[in-house]
């Protein structure tokens, strides 16, 4: 369904007027594919590049390098249209994704109106029919997103994401903004619409649980890089990079009494315009040794997973 080819996105930067230019290297020659009707669960943390993944896939920006593939046809070679039918994307926070001043079956319409390929009629039959299936009562179609709760702006985005009936949606934190009790009921919907419409994910989250819960593959993002991808249970069950353990161990409980991880990490924090040479995570890794500084780890695959490291077997 998705075939990412040594895709690279950099970006020029400037501290200020009279600085040096400095070359941020968000996504840094990332290659996978994903068969359709699976969960890609992309974490990391914060500047690691994962939305700007996100961007590259729904071809809301060109790649420095590299080729994005959907069903086999190269992204670059789809018109917007014919683009908008195969993916589609869910954001983060529903108010501000959705158009204050139109009623929610105009916002919902939208995609279907720029297709310009159905009547009034149909389209309006489409909206409603949508509404149903994300749960959203026909009274709810002439109400603004102001008039709506959180859970309720989430659900209308995923209408509108799904109402051209797209392959690919790419979900980017789509319960962050959420209460808890609500982030289940849209993970829920999502799964259902997911085996009722055949759709692939792309779920980028920072919440691990999320993405245990929803993924079918994850693959854990470091300064541009995949340092641990392969299939969600495995590597949940036994992580074989230094960084996917401290994030797995970063998870806080609601535990009274226990105080937050010490993940080991240290204080420093990755900077994408400065990517160390050999392994890029050696500069916060507790068990780097002399090779990590130099040499660039192996990415074979092994059991199915690959790692991005030299002490994962």
């Known amino acids: 369904?998705?075939?990412?080819?040594?895709?690279?996105?950099?970006?020029?930067?400037?501290?200020?007027?009279?600085?040096?230019?400095?070359?941020?290297?968000?996504?840094?020659?990332?290659?996978?594919?994903l068969e359709s009707g699976d969960v890609l669960g992309i974490v990391g943390e914060s500047g690691c590049g994962k939305s700007t993944l996100g961007r590259l896939i729904l071809g809301l920006m060109p790649p420095s390098a590299g080729e994005v593939l959907i069903e086999g046809q190269s992204l670059i070679t789809l018109d917007r249209r014919e683009r908008a039918r195969l993916i589609q994307p869910?954001?983060?926070d529903p108010f501000s994704s959705l158009n204050p001043r139109q009623r929610v079956r105009e916002i919902v319409g939208l995609p279907l109106a720029a297709q310009g390929a159905l009547s009034a009629a149909k389209q309006r039959d489409a909206v409603m029919d949508m509404l149903a299936r994300v749960g959203l009562s026909d009274a709810m179609a002439d109400r603004f997103p102001a008039q709506l709760s959180g859970g309720q702006r989430q659900r209308v985005a995923i209408a509108r994401a799904l109402v051209l009936r797209p392959r690919i949606v790419v979900c980017d934190e789509p319960t962050s903004a959420l209460d808890v009790s609500v982030q289940a009921q849209i993970l829920n919907l999502l799964a259902d619409l997911r085996k009722d419409l055949g759709l692939t994910y792309i779920f980028i989250s920072h919440n691990l649980a999320v993405v245990e819960h929803v993924a079918t593959e994850v693959a854990v993002m470091y300064l541009g890089r995949f340092v641990e991808h392969g299939p969600a249970a495995p590597l949940f069950a036994t992580p074989r990079?230094?960084?996917t353990r401290a994030l797995l161990a970063s998870v806080l409980t609601p535990e009274p009494g226990v105080p937050i991880p010490d993940v080991g990490l240290g204080e420093s924090y990755p900077d994408p315009s400065n990517v160390p040479a050999g392994c890029r995570f050696h500069p916060r890794c507790p068990m780097a040794i002399d090779r990590c500084r130099s040499d660039t780890p192996p990415t074979e695959p092994r059991d199915g997973r690959v790692t991005e490291c030299f002490l994962a077997a």
């Open 241 to 243: 990079h230094p960084y």
């Open 90 to 92: 869910v954001f983060q």
């Open 1 to 33: 369904m998705i075939e990412v080819k040594n895709v690279f996105r950099h970006f020029e930067s400037r501290s200020g007027l009279f600085s040096e230019r400095r070359v941020v290297r968000a996504v840094d020659g990332l290659s996978f594919s």
